[in-house]
T-cell receptor, first 113, second 115 residues
Framework: SQKIEQNSEALNIQEGKTATLTCNYTNYSPAYLQWYRQDPGRGPVFLLLIRENEKEKRKERLKVTFDTTLKQSLFHITASQPADSATYLCALDMGTGRRALTFGSGTRLQVQP | DTGVSQNPRHKITKRGQNVTFRCDPISEHNRLYWYRQTLGQGPEFLTYFQNEAQLEKSRLLSDRFSAERPKGSFSTLEIQRTEQGDSAMYLC?????????????FGPGTRLTVL
């Protein structure tokens, strides 16, 4: 079965720096890879989706890369702010009929002012 | 508010009792998903509906769990004879299947505590 690895340790960075989060997966590359943000006690919120034939996607201060050879996605937040502090989840959509997402366990980001 | 809503937000029950949760998806979405999330883990897929049809159930969904989506609108998830291991956050999500990616909109979740 598909396994997803995200850094289980929290990532602590200073405000204004770029945060880089990693998502590695095994087995088959997904048709789509998604990133979600989750705050404590709340449901995940969709951030970005990247397709298997795309190398990079940007949205405001967010950037996602997708390397199907390395089986890895990187998620970047530039000019980070304390409000960016949250858990970030990587999710795979295999693009088959089910379309349910397979999530990683998430990486907690803490941006220090 | 046109987002996904879930009720109740919190449920505390004793082992052996039955519980039922409700999810109201975004009205124009045709897909509805149930996930379960425990502390420190990502959401795990339980089951999903396309309109009113339940198309897949995870092996995580034991016989004690049942989900319905009558008329393709709201959905309910029932857990019978609850066990302490059922304690978790139960998340509902909905999406519109465009065939070009499956961005899902999640509700706030129902936190279940089984004593």
């Amino acid at each position: 079965s598909q396994k997803i690895e995200q850094n289980s340790e929290a990532l602590n960075i200073q405000e204004g720096k770029t945060a880089t989060l990693t998502c590695n997966y095994t087995n088959y590359s997904p048709a789509y890879l998604q990133w979600y943000r989750q705050d404590p006690g709340r449901g995940p919120v969709f951030l970005l989706l990247i397709r298997e034939n795309e190398k990079e996607k940007r949205k405001e201060r967010l950037k996602v890369t997708f390397d199907t050879t390395l089986k890895q996605s990187l998620f970047h937040i530039t000019a980070s702010q304390p409000a960016d502090s949250a858990t970030y989840l990587c999710a795979l959509d295999m693009g088959t009929g089910r379309r349910a997402l397979t999530f990683g366990s998430g990486t907690r980001l803490q941006v220090q002012p | 508010d046109t987002g996904v809503s879930q009720n109740p937000r919190h449920k505390i029950t004793k082992r052996g009792q039955n519980v039922t949760f409700r999810c109201d998806p975004i009205s124009e979405h045709n897909r509805l998903y149930w996930y379960r999330q425990t502390l420190g883990q990502g959401p795990e897929f339980l089951t999903y509906f396309q309109n009113e049809a339940q198309l897949e159930k995870s092996r995580l969904l034991s016989d004690r769990f049942s989900a319905e989506r009558p008329k393709g609108s709201f959905s309910t998830l029932e857990i019978q004879r609850t066990e302490q291991g059922d304690s978790a956050m139960y998340l509902c999500a909905s999406s519109w299947d465009s065939g070009r990616g499956n961005e899902q909109f999640f509700g706030p979740g129902t936190r279940l505590t089984v004593l």
